[in-house]
């Protein structure tokens, strides 16, 4: 064993990260679609479908909507997502994208607590389930009452 003092080489990390770069180094997709994030889940298992997800935004690759779900950081990126959602669930993906909404929605609902905030969203989220076709319109309105409110209009 060398001394505490000589510096012992450093070993490449391990971890689900590494290797989610180095899949991402081999294969490069474009965008990561459902085949590429079917690819990866079976690559890095066992891995939580959160975790990838949380690792795939950090690494910056764009993703489908139907991989990055319901993006909750801003009511923009609510609504951008909870949209792109409706085209994917009139095109076909009905089960995939309720599955998504659902998910954020039990999300918000957890974070309740210390995030107020998420309530709307909550709302947001119920009514695109209830019923998708409508949420553009309804989300338009919502926006233009908010803002009266908040303007005292």
């Known amino acids: 064993m060398p001394p505490k003092s000589e510096k012992q080489p450093e070993q490449p990390r391990k971890g689900k990260r ?17 085949e590429e994030w079917n690819a990866m889940r ?20 764009p993703l489908h909507v139907l991989v990055e779900g319901v ?19 009139e095109g076909g993906e009905q089960r995939q994208a309720r599955r998504l909404v659902i998910e954020a929605k039990e999300h918000a609902r957890f974070a309740l607590k210390k995030h107020p905030e998420k309530q709307e969203m909550i709302l947001w989220m119920v009514t695109w389930l209830e019923n998708p076709s409508l949420f553009p319109r309804w989300v338009e309105l919502r926006k233009e009452a908010l803002l009266a409110e908040n303007t005292g209009s």
């Open 18 to 34: 590494t290797e989610l770069q180095r899949f991402l180094e081999q294969q490069r997709p474009a965008v990561v679609g459902t």
């Open 42 to 61: 079976a690559a890095l298992a066992p891995v939580s479908d959160a975790y990838l997800r949380r690792l795939l935004k950090e690494s910056g690759v």
């Open 71 to 89: 993006r909750q950081e801003d009511e923009a990126s609510l609504e951008r997502t909870l949209t792109a959602l409706l085209h994917e669930y």
